[in-house]
């Protein structure tokens, strides 16, 4: 018993301490949001952080983190303006400028200044030569901010990158734009067809284009859902044919998008990818990056994965988009619980040690996101 004790007694200080461990750890979505969305806003106020070392290390890494970052920097002031009316002045000034510096700098140098390199080895099916990955982005920005205060400028850009990321998807056999040649990403053809949508709602015509939502959502379920989990995939032929199965860091953040295009195909993906892909455990949650039934590769998207448990980084970011976008509260809080212990906050939580810029504005716009959705008619539920 001197013994048994002594060892009993670690064992049950153990359980409790890890049972009680994320309780110093928890972090609310708006508490996290707020530092990096004021640290993200001061560097668009000044001189343009697209010259920074931070700026030009991400394109070393990836240039598609670059345009990435941009993007989702700009939706969060998009939320952040759409929460505070009286005081998003600023965030507004910054979208805008977000946008207009990308469309000049896609305007000078093609859609190759953020893609990778592979993009030069073939040229793109579609004679357009556009890539759905760049048009859908800067679309994207640009009409989350024609939601608010008129701006001639930004309603004509609107009108043209809209257009061509529509037309895209609309010259596609199944109804997908290529992000790279003979690649379509389903992140970017969500996002594009979001873009849609807000120009629309922007437009005074919520339903314009339902047509091609309707046609959009029926082709995805023929061509792009996988059939063992029944989640859309991640990467198809410009002919639909099926790449690259499910991933997380893909459908978190496609679910959000499809919110504007067919809400009950949304919340229907939603639901199948936090059961094949939500993990939580002890106040804990994270993503894995592919079901079971479907594993895949680590990439460059992905990142690396933590075994046994499956654990990856990227797609525990975006699957914050996911848990906020569907008033999944429960799965969220355990997000910011495990983001708070293993990203290691710095400069007093306005960016996180483990992750770059990307990751920051990922995370900014995963715990702010809903106003904006709110804006164009999209309610925030429960799944």
């Excluded at 600023?90 to 207009?100: D, F, G, K, Q, V």
């Excluded at 290529?178 to 969500?190: L, M, Q, V």
């Excluded at 997000?335 to 504005?361: E, I, K, M, W």
């Amino acid at each position: 018993m001197r013994v048994v004790r002594p060892v009993l007694s670690l064992v049950v200080a153990t359980a409790l301490w890890l049972a009680l461990l994320h309780l110093g750890f928890g972090r609310s979505a708006d508490a996290t949001a707020r530092p990096i969305t004021e640290r993200l806003l001061h560097d668009w106020q000044g001189p343009s952080p697209l010259d920074s070392p931070e700026v030009t290390t991400l394109r070393r890494s990836n240039p598609e983190w670059d345009l990435m970052a941009r993007t989702f920097t700009a939706l969060t002031f998009a939320n952040v303006a759409a929460a505070a009316p009286r005081g998003r002045g600023p965030y507004l000034e910054a979208i805008t400028r977000i946008a207009t510096e990308t469309v000049a700098e896609v305007d000078a140098e093609g859609p190759y200044r953020f893609l990778l390199p592979y993009a030069r080895r073939a040229p793109f099916v579609d004679g357009a030569g556009r890539s759905l990955f760049v048009d859908g982005e800067v679309a994207l920005m640009l009409a989350a901010r024609e939601l608010f205060d008129a701006d001639p400028e930004v309603e004509a850009l609107a009108d043209v990158w809209v257009t061509r990321a529509r037309e895209q998807i609309e010259r596609g056999p199944a109804l997908l734009g290529e992000s790279y040649p003979d690649e379509a990403w389903i992140f970017c053809n969500t996002v594009a067809l979001a873009a849609v949508r807000l120009h629309d709602v922007a437009r005074g015509d919520r339903d314009a284009h339902a047509d091609l939502f309707s046609r959009w959502v029926a082709s995805a379920r023929e061509h792009l859902v996988d059939p063992a989990t029944g989640m859309l995939a991640s990467k198809t032929g410009l002919d639909g044919a099926t790449r690259e199965g499910p991933e997380g860091s893909t459908i978190w953040l496609s679910a959000d998008m499809l919110l504007l295009v067919d809400e009950a195909f949304a919340r229907e993906q939603y639901r199948l990818a936090r059961a094949a892909l939500g993990r939580s455990v002890l106040g804990f949650a994270w993503s894995r990056e592919w079901p079971l039934e479907r594993p895949g590769e680590e990439d460059v998207d992905s990142g690396p994965t933590i075994p046994i448990v499956g654990a990856s980084a990227g797609a525990s970011g975006l699957a914050l988009v996911g848990a906020r976008a569907f008033g999944d509260d429960a799965f969220l809080a355990g997000l910011l619980t495990s983001l708070q212990f293993a990203a290691f906050p710095v400069d007093g939580h306005a960016r996180y040690a483990a992750g770059n810029r990307l990751a920051d504005a990922v995370i900014a716009y995963g715990a702010s996101t809903g106003p904006l959705w709110a804006r164009a008619g999209v309610r925030r539920g429960a799944p």
